[in-house]
């Protein structure tokens, strides 16, 4: 099955400044890979995706690239605020048949920005 | 826009006790998944349903049983209840043509004492 490995797993910045979380997973079959934000006490958030036949997608204040030969992708949040303070997950999907595609998270980034 | 909407929120049980979860997709969505979530945790998937069929099985205890109805809502049946099945179980829906997007639920908190 899919392997999904996250870092860090905290993450303390000023705000203003940039965060960068990276990923890594192991089936090359994967071809969707979304970031999530979950607050306390909340369901995961979907915030950017990208697919495997781009390199690079950008929203606003963040972006993801994905490098598909070394099987990894990243999330990077620019000008960060406070309200970008929560943990963020990675995930890769993999087709698994009949409609569905399961997710495999990676571990999780408790990102802190402090003011 | 409408949401993923999971019942109950919080439910506390005893141990060997049985507890149903219910989850309703976003409007459209045919494509179900629960998944669990340890404290601190990441969310591991359970199972799915498309179209009212069991389509992926994962870590899912065989005390755990879960099906979707015909208008799509799905619930999950949790039987002989232990104190390790204490986590938040998330439902998330998704549309077949744009299958890979999941939208999450808020969670139900299950607490077994």
């Known amino acids: 099955g899919e392997n999904v490995e996250q870092h860090p797993s905290t993450l303390s910045v000023q705000e203003g400044d940039s965060a960068v979380i990276k990923c890594t997973y192991s089936?090359?079959?994967?071809?969707?890979f979304p970031w999530y934000k979950q607050e306390l006490g909340k369901g995961p958030q979907l915030i950017i995706d990208?697919?495997?036949?781009?390199g690079e997608k950008k929203d606003q204040r963040i972006a993801v690239t994905l490098n598909k030969t070394a099987k990894h992708f990243s999330l990077h949040i620019t000008e960060t605020q406070p309200e970008d303070s929560a943990v963020y997950f990675c995930?890769?999907?993999?087709?698994?048949?009949?409609?569905?595609?399961?997710?495999?998270f990676g571990k999780g980034t408790k990102l802190s920005v402090i003011p | 826009a409408a949401g993923v909407i999971q019942s109950p929120r919080h439910l506390i049980k005893e141990k060997r006790e049985t507890a149903t979860l219910k989850c309703y997709p976003i409007?459209?969505?045919?494509?179900v998944y629960w998944y669990q979530q340890g404290p601190g945790q990441d969310p591991q998937f359970l199972i799915s349903?498309?179209?009212?069929?069991?389509?992926d099985k994962g870590s899912i205890p065989d005390r755990f049983s879960a099906q979707q109805f015909s208008d799509y809502h799905s619930e999950l049946n949790m039987s002989s209840l232990e104190l390790g099945d204490s986590a938040l179980y998330f439902c998330?829906?998704?549309?077949?043509?744009?299958?890979?997007?999941?939208?999450f639920g808020p969670g139900t908190r299950l607490t077994v004492t």
């Open positions: 998330a829906s998704s549309f077949r043509d744009r299958g890979l997007e999941q939208y």
């Open positions: 089936d090359s079959a994967s071809n969707y």
């Open positions: 990208i697919r495997s036949n781009v």
């Open positions: 995930a890769a999907t993999l087709y698994s048949g009949a409609g569905s595609y399961q997710l495999t």
């Open positions: 409007p459209r969505h045919d494509t």
């Open positions: 349903f498309y179209e009212k069929m069991q389509s």
